[in-house]
């Protein structure tokens, strides 16, 4: 899926073909046996295109849902996959290249620059290794509701963020550097906004956590909203959203940069989020330019709970705050 560009957030397009993504080449184009966990955005992404294109080579109304084992069209489409940052104020090569854990030569080579000198709103390449994309092997163990952490990384103080039971703040690498950068790119953005709360990540050493059933692994993470005033036992308590209360925009501009995060390696898995706030964020999205289509690849909104192939998904007892949970990092064979 091409989402809608924006100037403060990384963009991260790179991403792994899903497991079982059989394609052959057949008379110029590509073809693909639907396996289980396959969504028509997971194979747009995979391979270039937008939900649109692939519907139109397969004649497929956006009602119609993929069909385990049948062989589907994949046209060829213009579209590169990279890893991207646009740059804001306050920028230099030498800040990225140490935020994604590469070197300035690397930087100026992959972009052909003559000199150090960027500018705010270019764009540039970054090249893709585990490191920069966020992704380190061996710390989650098992499932997210049967695992443990091993070398667990804790979730830094920030200025953006309000930590509310620090013996739950740890988690697997990944998630704690994405997570940074998410939260930290809508405060740089929208300066105004008051801290975020930041609710369990998982124990230490992982294992069950009181009061989840989940967070075992260092792969899921509670996060609160941004609030038109921020409630007086915020942030360190949970509060419900309504429509009145809301900051929908600040909370939507949050969601986005996880969901730009998913189908990556290591990436975001899924989301999950009350139905009815997904109706104030998908307004939200509306407003920045997001198109029908585009997000009937991230909301269950207005399909139903339930809706197949969705990022944001509906879960009982979650309107006051996000359910984020990332993939294991590729190739982890302690991960489940």
Not at 64 to 77: F, H, N, Q
Not at 134 to 147: E, N, W
Not at 283 to 298: F, N
Request: aromatic share 6%; with cysteine.
């Amino acid at each position: 899926m091409r989402w809608p560009s924006r100037c403060s957030f990384v963009v991260l397009a790179a991403t792994l073909m899903s497991s079982g993504v059989a394609a052959s080449a057949r008379a110029g184009a590509a073809t693909h046996v639907v396996v289980k966990g396959d969504s028509l955005w997971k194979l747009a992404e995979a391979h270039g295109c937008t939900v649109a294109q692939l519907r139109k080579a397969n004649d497929m109304a956006r009602e119609d849902a993929l069909v385990l084992g049948t062989e589907i069209k994949l046209p060829s489409c213009a579209g590169s996959k990279l890893l991207e940052h646009v740059v804001v104020k306050g920028d230099s090569l030498e800040a990225i290249a140490a935020h994604y854990s590469t070197t300035v030569a690397a930087l100026r080579e992959h972009n052909k620059l003559d000199s150090n000198v960027i500018r705010v709103g270019q764009h540039l390449r970054i090249p893709i290794t585990a490191s920069a994309a966020g992704v380190r092997s061996g710390q989650s163990h098992g499932k997210v509701d049967d695992g443990r952490l091993e070398a667990p990384t804790q979730l830094p103080h920030s200025a953006a963020y309000y930590r509310r039971r620090l013996p739950r703040t740890y988690a697997s690498e990944h998630l704690v550097k994405h997570t940074v950068r998410v939260v930290e790119a809508v405060r740089k953005h929208r300066p105004g906004v008051h801290r975020l709360a930041i609710g369990d990540l998982s124990a230490e050493q992982g294992g069950p956590l009181t009061g989840h059933r989940t967070h075992q692994s260092g792969r899921d993470i509670d996060l609160g909203f941004y609030f038109v005033d921020a409630p007086a036992s915020y942030p360190s308590e949970f509060v419900p959203a309504t429509r009145d209360n809301l900051d929908a925009d600040a909370t939507w501009e949050l969601l986005e940069g996880f969901v730009r995060l998913a189908d990556q390696p290591g990436g975001v898995a899924l989301v999950y989020l009350d139905y009815e706030i997904q109706r104030l964020l998908y307004a939200a999205a509306r407003r920045d330019g997001w198109t029908v289509e585009q997000l009937a690849e991230v909301f269950e909104y207005p399909d139903g709970r339930g809706a197949d192939g969705r990022v944001v998904r509906h879960l009982w007892n979650h309107h006051d705050h996000l359910h984020v949970r990332f993939a294991c990092p590729p190739a982890d064979a302690n991960c489940r």
